[in-house]
């Protein structure tokens, strides 16, 4: 069979899936209330976001004004952490 | 300035109105490209609608100068078939066949069956440049982007994909 045989027949067969319509398709007020829902959702993941964001912020820097020393120490522990978790992934790889 | 250039503009200021013009009037070609790539008319329909809501939420990422809005549509509804493939999710495969076998009862030729029997055989990767190239004639630079993949590996692709058929073809008839 050459390849052109092929790509016909395959055009030809999947043109048939055309006649296929989608039974739960849309009207346009439905559609427009879809937009608007998406878009209030959107925003409101988007404040949820803000407001754990802000809340986190305030969090570490009402820590870091109270208790200096054992935010660096946490910082410095994780950096170490972090670290030293990609050293021991990278020898893992190699071997 | 057409009719759908004017109602993306719009679309773009935030108009939803003209967004949802925009979405429906690329429903069905949506809908009809992912039934040809799931075979399947529930998982289509469900994916049509998926790629829709993700459309309104990435439409100001969407560069009309870029992309046709079709095309971007199929890019976005191709990344989700992807995911959703990788996430084995809907693995539902016996039914398929069935299914769209019954949607489309009234036709009278059952070579589309053979045909789109061994093409549900490809893997992913090779069944949607096969079906964008040989279907609807997009140029490998527009599926390279689509499948975010070079364009060298689009036509190998392509390639394996076609012998594949052939093969699969040839033994149907034999």
Known sequence: MKDNEVKERLKQSLSVMEESSPGDKPTLNEMVTQVKQTRQKQKKELYIFFIIALIFITGIILFIASEPLVFIVFQAAATILGIGFLIVERRLQHE | ?????????????????????????????????????????????????????????????????????????????????????????????????????????????????????????????????????HYYGYSYEDIAAICKVPIGTVKSRLNIALKCLREELSNEGQ
């Not at chain 2, 429906?24 to 529930?42: C, G, I, R, S, W």
């Not at chain 2, 549509?73 to 990344?79: A, E, H, M």
């Not at chain 2, 070579?111 to 055989?121: G, H, N, P, R």
């Open chain 2, 1 to 133: 300035m057409d009719e759908t250039e004017e109602r993306i503009k719009r679309a773009k200021k935030g108009d939803d109105e003209a967004l949802a013009a925009v979405l429906l009037e690329q429903y069905d070609f949506v809908y009809h490209y992912l039934l040809k790539l799931t075979m399947h008319p529930a998982v289509a329909e469900d994916m049509t609608q998926e790629t829709m809501i993700r459309a309104i939420e990435r439409f100001k990422q969407y560069n009309p100068k870029k992309a046709k809005v079709s095309t971007w549509l199929i890019q976005i509804g191709t990344n989700l078939w992807t995911d959703e493939k990788r996430k084995e999710k809907r693995a539902k495969k016996f039914t398929n066949q069935h299914q769209l076998e019954w949607e489309l009862r009234h036709h009278s030729s059952d070579d589309w069956l053979i045909v789109t029997s061994a093409l549900e055989k490809l893997k992913e990767i090779h069944r949607v440049p096969v079906i964008l190239k």
